[in-house]
């Protein structure tokens, strides 16, 4: 696993905090690290922090959301928490809106959605 | 010492200076472009006194072989005193063309006494009517400038004015926010608002955020895509977005235009949408029985 993006078990669920100097490989290596501590440690959710990502592209994007497609297969719903506005806004004007993951304001807003699930 | 091109117009301007003020001005009334309505004539007079003041200074000075350029230092007393005049004219809704005529209107009087100059004739007559009439045809492009200057200036802050207006998002109760619309909503609106939108969620972490196009005149494409679009982005940062206001009219022509919300919820009345929220939210309202 990389050094600037960690993988930590949080209650039922994986949280997954994506730093903002992240590079294409790092996170491709993420892809199949947490894939399979999805199936490993049986978790509920996902939970990607991308607060302080502050720039996005559309690889990022797709990454964003195949990690979402994965985690779905392996029967864990992705929350993605955390989003700047101008993160937002870039995603929204690239088209990318990411229907398959949910999304929370923050990490305690996921966990009790979690919760409720 | 004068330069010969320009001798004949300084010597007029020194000589009857007054006199050339008057028929300016007598011209002026004569074109219709006197507005008495809004200068008194003392205040034309001043004005116009000013103003030929500060061009003969400009022509002494500025006019260097038959060239000039009214942006050299020159001419600056000219630029200057122009500037207050259309500020005060634009601001007193004076028309561009009444404008232009007032400054073209002192040809005439440089003219006649051009003509009635001794030894100005033929050749000499035709160079200095040119010198003048370039002289004055550049003041009058320079005045209208200016004047345009003014009125985008004007324009430009209304328009700020109204983009800062137009935008507010208020917070209705812990963490749901509404966003009243009102006009009409293009790109940079649609953009303006996004943004003060998606910042204010962060700050207030609102869950719940009601859109309210009640105020919206008309929603074609264009505009369903904006509202869609600011909708996608309230999610992303992981608030709802509920659209509220939608008239029996506009649901109509969302539906013939095949426009699809999709996930977003939609709301006819903003009363609803604001029930909707709080019970999202985790409050109900409720009538007290006792009263």
Redesign the interface.
Known sequence: MSGVTSINLVENALLVSIQDDVTDTEILDLQETLSNRIAKENVKGVILDISSLEIVDTFVGRVIAQLAGISRLLAAETY??????A???T???LGM???ETR????LT??LSQLRRA | MPQTATANILTILETDFSGVVEEWLGTQVKEGVKRSDLFSDSESRAQNQELLKAFGKGVRAGVVNEEFSLDDDAWEDLRAVLADVSKERVSRGVTPTEMATFVLALKAPLFKRLEAMPGVEGMKLIRDVLMVTRLVDAFAIHTNEIFIGERDQIIERQRQEMLELSTPVVELWDRVLTLPLIGTLDSARAQEV??NL??T??ER???VVIMDITGVGTVDTQVAQHLL?AA????????ECIISGISPMIAQTMVQLGIDVG?VSTRSSIRTALSDALQRVGYVIKKNEAS
């Open positions: 993605v928490v955390g989003m700047r506005p993160v937002a806004v995603l929204v004007e809106y990411l229907p999304t929370a304001l923050s807003h996921a | 996004m943004e998606l910042q969620i962060l972490q609102a869950e679009r996608a982005a309230v999610r992303l940062m992981g608030a996930t």
